[in-house]
């Protein structure tokens, strides 16, 4: 007999494989990039070549003849099906196939239909597109105050109401200003014992999921419905939006995900899946939309930043006042960049307590590929600038840099920028961890010669994206077993093992023989997106929930059959006297959303901007040439606050997994732009992700002892939080090291030798 | 696209197949068509990932790069072969048990990689085990737990052998 109940006590807190871990290590598993249709057709893209034109003509006469093809369609035949083709999560900007205009390099302007996807692409070559070309504009800090236009005019998608003020605007590339005004900034400075003024910048990267970008549209057997099979963080809201674009109701569009391989905010809202309903509904044929690795560096890309923060300082090195600006290159089309902008932005002043705060943040179109999440949705930007600026801080009032922090961190209790009160937010904890992990206060060992060693702290905070939704169904059979339903997307991050974990907490039922539904729009419930670490918190409280539903269900049943209640394992016997034999079910439904206050539109203040604080701290040790400037990262400590670890061997990776991808950001990862706005390294070729050579040998990983008092089962996210300190820690290292600052990502080598030549006053050429 | 359809006939994963193929495909795109095998997967499309990675003749290739018509004759063997007697290989398990993997996009040309390795070398050091996974990427940065886990199976492999 199949064992039910728990072998186990307590399920939150055990360190589990993965449930899927047997279909990972045999080639087995699903994903959507696995998925062939019978009569399926394959489409490939024409692209843009000018950053900025309007678009003249688009001959597709030969690709049409070319052997193989199906059919070639532009923007004029997708409005056959989508009268207004233009979708996004934020702003109604971005077209499935460019309409009238090109807005970036690499932009879909046609695509042509094969059964064979080699007949698809070379025919992609037969398409002649002549534009006329206007200038573009390309640097955020430009474009914020540039005459040329992206955009004739704003156009807000009405999700957001805190977007709507927006709609309309013309003759900007600015889609987004957001700011926060507390205390009287320039008293602050005015009184200042110090005052530090710096500008720090971030490059454009990728995310690179190894699984590219897929979809594949199906039309469905009934006239007027249609199946989106896609790898999607986000099936509730593909749903939503492709019904919305049809004009359809949403239980029209069925939207099934399996497994990703790999996510990081690469694949979320909408992405390929409009292009393939419009296609598979054209077709009347499944159609799969796939890109290449290539393609996805033209899809949606990480904001490069520009950020300037200036600081007031008490004589005992308090910081009394701070200013930020920050520009955010959202590229051609909004994305999510705007929330990005805001939810980052209102926590650029970063972890600290301070009087005196004044932010302003610019989502600001430019003529590259679209910005949107990538993991840590822009906190990696800010606070690379503010704990860099910390770090100079530190250093020019000779204050050791863990005690600088310390003396200006928010304590749990007291107000952040906004006016919301901290709470349940580990910063010192999390601090005092790095540093003695890092053994802080020994004395280091600087090396000789040409080899000279530093090391250096960050720490950052980011608050839950808030408010959204998240709903569940546990669903109990007349043996006793349990199924969970649930939109969540296990991307990698072992979400469905953290769902059986919290249910099986609740039911007492060890989590290996729960069984947890891949999003199916069709049956499992609402679910906003897997983004910004949301999912535990979230999906947590609502997958507990519906099993506590489940429970009451239970309850109730046994008391009209005048049985012991006990426990949910043995719900079948219940089920089997209620109907007379194996049959039946118990379903507990549940749905969560967090209270929130929106921040008031003049001065970004809200008594209740998030409901929680995510923490991540880094140290590390660097070891710098003198010579070459060439460096190498030999201790890397990394230290969350995650509350309660619902899956201690996950978080664990999650923790390295997140450091690693931050340190390819930090240190080699960069889209390199030429001066017309084509992307000249997309490729693995010339694009470098970090691979086995380039981790630290020393890796530590770390949740401190804390609980999150409103999360389920004392828990919060964690998929982010090790990113944050990881950029500045290295800047600082360096500094410590050689006594050169760099203040622009990636810290290559090269730029590190060239702030070695720069200080002994020997500047070496651009060239 | 050529019309010169090429015969093929190879041994995959111990069984003898025939397929008929267009020249310039690859045998990832014929395992995938052909076999309904999508283990080895293509992802960066330039041999530089290791996602796609299948031993053809007791070689290691890049799938995405390596013609399928070249594989005429060959033995081919991808990673749903690991487990054909009904029981994971203890590379498999070990990868399991030390959690070396998150999305598992990459996952089966690690395991190809790595099983290869200990064919050679029953008892790498922490750096032969870096410089002979080199070739492979991992997005969500396993890397840790990967190394962790070729040394526990090459652990138990030898106890295997010995006992």
């Known amino acids: 007999m199949n064992r039910i109940e728990a072998g186990h006590e307590h399920q939150v807190g055990r360190s589990i494989n993965r449930l899927e871990a047997s279909a990972k290590v045999t080639g087995r598993a699903g994903y959507t990039h696995n998925l062939t249709l019978p009569r399926m057709l394959h489409a490939k893209i024409f692209r843009s070549t000018v950053a900025h034109g309007r678009i003249l003509s688009i001959d597709t006469s030969a690709a049409r003849e070319a052997p193989g093809v199906f059919a070639v369609y532009t923007s004029e035949d997708i409005r056959r099906v989508m009268p207004e083709p233009f979708f996004g999560p934020a702003f109604h900007d971005q077209p499935i196939l460019a309409v009238d205009k090109v807005r970036y390099i690499g932009e879909p302007v046609a695509v042509v239909l094969a059964s064979d996807p080699h007949a698809a692409e070379e025919a992609t070559h037969l398409i002649y597109a002549e534009y006329e070309e206007l200038p573009a504009v390309f640097n955020e800090v430009d474009a914020a105050t540039s005459g040329v236009h992206v955009h004739e005019e704003l156009k807000p998608a009405g999700t957001f109401p805190d977007l709507k003020h927006l709609a309309g605007r013309k003759a900007t590339n600015v889609a987004l200003d957001f700011r926060v005004r507390r205390g009287d900034v320039d008293a602050a400075f005015a009184q200042a014992a110090h005052v530090f003024d710096d500008t720090f910048t971030t490059q454009r990267v990728m995310h690179t999921p190894l699984e590219p970008m897929v979809t594949v549209a199906e039309p469905g057997e009934n006239a007027g419905t249609l199946t989106l099979h896609t790898a999607s963080q986000s099936p509730s809201f593909v749903r939503i939006e492709i019904a919305r674009l049809l004009g359809w109701a949403e239980n029209r569009v069925r939207v099934r995900v399996g497994l990703l391989g790999g996510g990081f905010g690469a694949k979320l809202y909408i992405k390929l899946e409009a292009l393939a309903a419009a296609l598979a509904l054209l077709t009347r044929r499944p159609v799969r939309v796939a890109l290449s690795m290539e393609e996805q560096f033209f899809t949606i890309t990480k904001h490069a930043t520009t950020f ?9 090195g308090l910081i009394t006042g701070r200013r930020c600006e920050v520009w955010w290159n959202g590229g051609a089309y909004a994305d999510i960049g705007p929330r990005v902008t805001q939810k980052s932005g209102f926590t650029a002043s970063g972890p600290y307590d301070i009087e005196n705060v004044s932010i302003d943040s610019y989502q600001v179109y430019t003529n590259l590929p679209p910005s949107g999440a990538f993991r840590g949705f822009g906190i990696p930007q800010v606070v690379w600038g503010y704990e860099s600026h910390a770090d100079m801080i530190a250093r020019k009032l000779n204050i050791d840099p863990v005690e600088f922090r310390h003396r200006n961190l928010l304590k749990d209790g007291r107000p952040h920028a906004t006016g919301t009160v901290m709470k349940d937010a580990a910063l010192h904890l999390v601090l005092e961890r790095v540093a003695e992990r890092m053994n802080w206060s020994a004395p280091f060992e600087r090396g000789t010669g040409v080899m000279r060693r530093g090391r250096g702290v960050g720490i950052g905070f980011k608050a839950l994206v808030a408010p959204t939704t998240s709903m569940a169904m546990v669903s109990l059979a007349a043996d006793g077993s349990c199924t969970v339903y649930s939109s969540t997307v296990d991307m990698g991050q072992a979400s469905d093992t953290a769902i059986a974990l919290m249910a099986g907490e609740v039911l007492g039922i060890d989590a290996e023989t729960i069984k947890v539904i891949h999003p199916d729009t069709d049956s499992t419930p609402y679910d906003m997106a897997t983004l910004g670490s949301r999912s535990t918190f979230h999906m947590g409280h609502a997958v507990r929930l519906a099993a506590e539903d489940a429970r009451t269900k239970l309850r109730q049943l046994a008391d009209e059959l005048g049985m012991p209640a006990d426990q949910p394992a043995r ?19 549940g749905s969560f959303i967090p209270p929130y206050t929106k921040p008031d539109h003049e001065t970004g203040q809200s008594d209740n901007i998030t409901p929680n604080w995510m923490v991540g701290g880094t140290g590390v040790e660097v070891e710098v040439d003198t010579e070459t400037g060439q460096f190498k990262v030999l201790r890397f400590e990394n230290v969350v606050d995650c509350g309660t670890p619902i899956n201690p061997k996950v978080v664990d990776s999650q923790i390295s997994g997140a450091a690693i991808m931050q340190l390819g950001t930090a240190l080699f990862e960069e889209m390199e732009f030429d001066d017309v706005g084509q992307l000249r390294n997309a490729s693995f070729a010339e694009y470098k992700i970090p691979g086995i050579h380039d981790i630290p040998h020393r890796i530590g990983r770390e949740t401190v002892d804390s609980i999150q008092s409103n999360g389920p089962f004392g828990a919060k996210g964690v998929g982010e939080s090790a990113t944050f300190g990881v950029a500045s820690a290295i800047a600082e290292a360096i500094e410590d090291a050689i006594g050169v600052r760099i203040k622009s990502l990636p ?21 | 696209m050529s019309e010169n359809l090429v015969n093929l006939e190879f041994t995959l994963n111990g069984e003898r197949v025939r397929a008929t193929v267009q020249p310039h495909l690859t045998i990832l795109e014929v395992l ?7 283990g080895a997967r293509e992802s960066c499309g330039q041999g530089l990932c290791g996602c796609c990675t299948v031993v053809v003749n007791g070689e290691t290739v890049s799938g995405c790069l390596y013609l399928a018509a070249m594989a005429n004759g060959a033995e081919v063997t991808t990673v749903e072969h690991l487990d054909a007697d009904g029981k994971l290989d203890p590379i498999q398990q070990a990868f399991i048990e030390c959690g070396a993997f998150q999305c598992g996009f990459c996952t089966s040309g690690f395991l190809m990689m790595s099983r290869q390795l200990l064919e050679q070398n029953p008892d790498p050091t922490e750096p032969e085990i870096r410089n002979y996974l080199s070739g492979n990427l991992c997005r969500c940065a396993a890397y840790p737990e990967i190394v962790e886990a070729v040394k526990l199976a090459a652990q138990r492999k030898r106890e295997a052998t010995a006992a």
Not at chain 1, 308 to 316: G, L, N, P
Not at chain 1, 747 to 767: D, F, G, H, K, M
Not at chain 2, 32 to 38: H, M, P
């Open chain 1, 571 to 589: 719900a079948g016997e219940l089920l089997k006297r209620k109907y007379g034999m194996q049959a039946g079910n118990i379903v507990g439904v």
């Open chain 2, 32 to 38: 995938r068509n052909e076999f309904g095998l999508y």
């Open chain 1, 747 to 767: 810290i290559t080598p090269e730029a590190v030798y060239r702030a070695i030549c720069a200080a002994r006053n020997e500047p070496l050429s651009e060239e």
């Open chain 1, 308 to 316: 300037r923060i200036q600081t007031a300082v008490s004589a005992d």
